[in-house]
């Protein structure tokens, strides 16, 4: 990408402050050493596979791609399309090694370049390329490292044989389907049992969804691609699950899959034992459930419901050593998300739990806000008392991982990001390669109108206190993401967009999380109300307390559910907002997925007056507002028919706006892009609201 503006040019070469740093860190089962991904330096993007021996605290390259693979571009068009999807759903936008997986000591890891395995022996540093069938996706190792699971072609394969190891059905083997990775966090199909002598795999048929299909304007010569979508209202994949054993036994786990169709985690607890966790089509009902991998029967071990969602704290449900079921649970009122141990709730309301890590010293590690919600602690949880010791200091976002007695604490607060490693009583520091970041910010939080909305506030750096200045809303408002959170990479473009001379707001309306879980489900069976009642109200308060903020002059951007709100809000609200970029807006959630859109809304056949209220496209004759939509063709997340259904509906009315597709870009936006379309909607606004 090229910029003429210092900090976007900046920004894209290094990865939004990103390249450098340590990322996908695993501790070894004793908690001995680690191996985690990370470049050369802060405008390499290519992550390579380091160790740290935490013995010596000396740290190896142990393979790097750029070696193994010297002719490989690393572009997204050479990965196989099961990758290249599964990328796309977890989120990965690497050039180098995207994803590994290790032994439990990580003595072994593994890895897929463009659909070529290697395996790294770690302790010697070499890294062998491994016969395959075809392009690979997913290698997974046997506990013991000597052999390897991959997909190719839909079958499950292992590396020391020619045929594969699932049967030729008509199935795709060992895969994690769209709704499964994008929105229930298992992004996983096979799991290896801890002998090493079967493999656990799900089995999926899509052949009862509708096909999606993209072409590449700009390539009118290339047959468009096509893959199953499971649309809102519509039929799910067949999904089965199986034991395969190495042998040539094949045994299928057996649950009530009518009424629990989603797998939305799965392990071995033991040769003998595997753990799941299943939900109902509205995830209102979640079930741990324990099977034998000999018989394929199932048992119920615990049960969660609620009468709107059971939202998903990671981490739960489980089974502690000792034989307790941790489970997810509310405090009376929904003031407060708590952990239970066999249903009775053990954490203090005065904690929002968000995530249990594991265990460590014999307690629960868990992560959890207290008090203000855009800052996050780390604490230990007594399983039998319920009380915590807090070992995270100081505002900001912080979060932990830890194996054997080894902790690595990750802080990231105004002053940037550490991250600390304790391990047998001494403390040091992960080597982190990342530009510093441009811009200390201190934003001015707030809590605003009777509902605590929470609130942020970006001035320029050396704003003149009594100044006018137009608002920029910069907004997500959609369930799942935090927006004003004290995390300090997310607050260097809203400064750098208030140094363009507008006063930044970001507000969280109900329906995001962190605040409570009464707060998160007022958005049930209707997204649209609440979140622009609650961004109007916002303003209007801060407004009160901040007497710089025209409101005479709002603007609005916002990507994926914030594009959703940026022409919603210009739509409905023209008289609060005057101008909207709304990138890779589902304007349609009748045309969104299954799992996200009817946890929510529900089913469109019996709430079809709440999609109705929530679709933009009959709104397009009320458009008097600048509307710039932005979308990228190859976007399989929010598909460009999202935006280009609006702008056609908006053509039919008459009704200017402004249109950018972005051929070639998905629903992510890295190498530049996201660059480039800050500089589109920056000339965008600045006319819009200059009218």
């Excluded at 009122?333 to 968000?354: F, H, N, P």
């Excluded at 190859?634 to 009315?653: C, F, I, R």
Aim: net charge negative; hydrophobic share 40%.
């Amino acid at each position: 990408m090229t910029s003429t503006d210092s900090f976007l040019a900046l920004s894209a070469r290094t990865g939004r402050f990103a390249y450098g740093s340590p990322r996908a860190v695993t501790i070894s089962g004793d908690g001995s050493r680690l191996l985690f991904l990370r470049s050369t330096g802060s405008e390499d993007p290519v992550e390579r596979l380091w160790l740290l021996d935490l013995a010596t605290r000396q740290e190896r390259l142990v393979a790097d791609p750029a070696v193994l693979a010297p002719q490989r571009t690393g572009a997204r068009a050479d990965l196989p399309a099961l990758e290249r999807r599964l990328r796309e759903r977890v989120r990965i936008a690497a050039v180098g090694i995207g994803s590994f997986a290790a032994t439990a000591d990580c003595s072994v890891a593994v890895f897929a370049l463009d659909g070529r395995v290697f395996r790294t022996d770690t302790v010697a540093g070499t890294s062998t390329e491994l016969p395959v069938a075809g392009p690979a996706f997913d290698p997974r190792p046997a506990p013991d490292g000597s052999v390897v699971a991959y997909v190719f072609d839909g079958q499950l394969h292992l590396t020391d044989r020619q045929e594969p190891l699932s049967p030729a059905d008509g199935g795709v083997w060992g895969v994690a389907e769209f709704a499964a990775a994008e929105e229930l966090g298992r992004s996983r199909g096979h799991w290896f049992s801890p002998d090493g002598s079967a493999v656990l795999a799900t089995r999926i048929d899509e052949s009862a969804l509708p096909l999606r299909y993209f072409a590449d304007p700009a390539h009118p010569e290339l047959a468009p691609e096509s893959f199953a979508y499971p649309q809102a209202g519509g039929p799910n994949v067949d999904l089965q699950l199986w034991v395969l054993g190495l042998d040539g036994a094949r045994r299928q786990l057996r649950w009530d899959t009518e009424a629990f169709p989603y797998l939305c985690a799965a392990g071995w607890e033991s040769t003998g034992e595997i753990l799941l966790t299943v939900a109902d089509r509205l995830q209102q009902t979640v079930l741990l459930l324990t099977a034998d991998p000999a018989s394929g029967d199932t048992r119920e071990l615990s049960r969660t419901v609620d009468e709107f969602w059971v939202d998903d704290l990671p981490g739960t449900p489980a089974r502690l050593a000792d034989g307790r079921l941790l489970t997810s649970a509310d405090h009376e009122g929904g003031t407060a998300r708590a952990v239970a141990l066999d249903g009775k709730i053990l954490s203090a309301e005065r904690l929002q739990v968000r995530r249990v890590v594991g265990s460590l010293r014999g307690q629960l590690l868990i992560e959890a806000g207290e008090g203000d919600p855009a800052d996050q602690h780390v604490y230990l949880l007594d399983p039998d008392s319920g009380a915590t010791e807090r070992l995270s200091e100081g505002p900001g976002v912080h979060s932990a991982i830890a194996s054997g007695e080894t902790l690595l604490l990750t802080s990231a607060g105004p002053d940037g990001i550490s991250r600390r490693l304790h391990h047998e009583g001494e403390e040091f520091g992960l080597t982190d390669h990342a530009a510093p970041l441009p811009y200390r910010v201190l934003p001015k939080f707030a809590r605003v109108t009777e509902l605590g909305l929470p609130t942020a506030v970006v001035y320029p750096r050396g704003h003149v206190p009594g100044t006018k200045l137009p608002v920029l809303l910069d907004v997500y408002g959609g369930p799942g993401f935090q927006a004003v959170a004290s995390e300090p990479r997310r607050w260097q473009a809203r400064q750098w967009w208030a140094d363009q001379g507008y006063a930044v707001v970001t507000t969280d309306n109900r329906g995001t999380p962190f605040v409570s879980p009464a707060f998160a489900k007022a958005i049930f069976r209707r997204f649209s109300q609440v979140a622009i009642d609650d961004q109007v109200a916002a303003l209007q308060a801060l407004a009160e307390r901040e007497p710089d903020l025209d409101l005479g002059r709002v603007g609005v951007r916002g990507w994926s559910y914030g594009g959703y709100f940026a022409a919603l809000a210009v739509l409905r609200r023209p008289d609060v907002f005057h101008a909207g970029a709304a990138g890779a807006p589902p304007t349609d959630f009748r045309l969104y997925d299954t799992a996200y859109t009817e946890r929510y809304l529900g089913l469109p056949q019996e709430n079809p007056e709440g999609y109705q209220a929530d679709c933009l496209v009959d709104d397009a004759p009320n458009l008097t507002r600048p509307l710039l939509l932005i979308h990228g063709l190859a976007d399989d997340n929010v598909h460009p028919s999202h935006s280009l259904l609006l702008s056609e509906a908006l053509t039919k009315a008459g009704r200017p706006h402004s249109v950018l597709p972005l051929p070639g870009v998905s629903h992510m936006t890295p190498f530049g892009v996201n660059e480039q379309i800050t500089e589109a909607e920056l000339a965008f606004l600045r006319d819009a609201l200059a009218r």
